[in-house]
């Protein structure tokens, strides 16, 4: 029987901070989710001193449902140095494929020194798989080498039938020491339809 009350089915909080050896993708890995409903909370984590991989990501794939809670957790010194696998990392990555779709709040994170990656990174692959996102009152800084503050990427949809339909709403966040732009959205394909707004954000030294 699925619960339909809004309690977390998953909850991720308080882990302890990272010792500056982990190599692993982060305090709190990958998150391969292939569930028929999840209710998702992360909050109140401090993860840092990873080298080979994101703060935090989650997959979400198949025909899965998904409401994420990403709240008040602290990321810093994210970055991949090893030289035979080097990839971009990201503070918080949450990415969504197939037929899954998922509500995500993404408020009152600290992201800061990302050396090659983003501070939020979200992208959108495979059918209508966008409900509402909120980006709201996360602090963002130091993060160099082309890396965006926030980076939305909605990609091509392989069924024309279900193009994503979403809202965004990017508010209140502080931006600043960015190498690359602070604020970016992009939609490959005219069929999506994208509704983003942005509203009283700070951003400096972008």
Do not use: H, W
């Amino acid at each position: 029987k699925i619960p339909t009350s809004p309690t977390p089915l998953l909850t991720i909080t308080k882990l302890p901070g990272t010792a500056t050896s982990t190599t692993s993708q982060g305090t709190i890995s990958r998150l391969m989710i292939m569930l028929l409903l999840v209710i998702l909370k992360v909050s109140d984590n401090t993860i840092s001193n990873m080298t080979n991989g994101d703060g935090t990501n989650f997959q979400l794939n198949g025909s899965s449902t998904a409401t994420f809670n990403i709240a008040g957790n602290t990321i810093s010194n994210i970055q991949d140095t090893d030289p035979g696998d080097f990839n971009f990392t990201e503070g918080i990555n949450v990415e969504v494929f197939d037929n899954a779709k998922a509500e995500i709040t993404v408020a009152n994170n600290n992201i800061s020194q990302v050396p090659v990656g983003n501070g939020i990174y979200m992208q959108f692959a495979g059918g209508d798989n966008a409900g509402s996102i909120d980006i709201t009152d996360n602090t963002i800084s130091q993060i160099t080498t082309e890396g965006n503050g926030i980076d939305l990427q909605f990609f091509d949809n392989f069924d024309s039938n279900t193009n994503i339909n979403t809202t965004v709403n990017i508010a209140r966040n502080n931006i600043s020491d960015i190498q690359g732009t602070g604020i970016n959205a992009f939609n490959k394909t005219p069929d999506n339809t994208i509704i983003v707004t942005v509203d009283q954000n700070t951003i400096s030294n972008s």
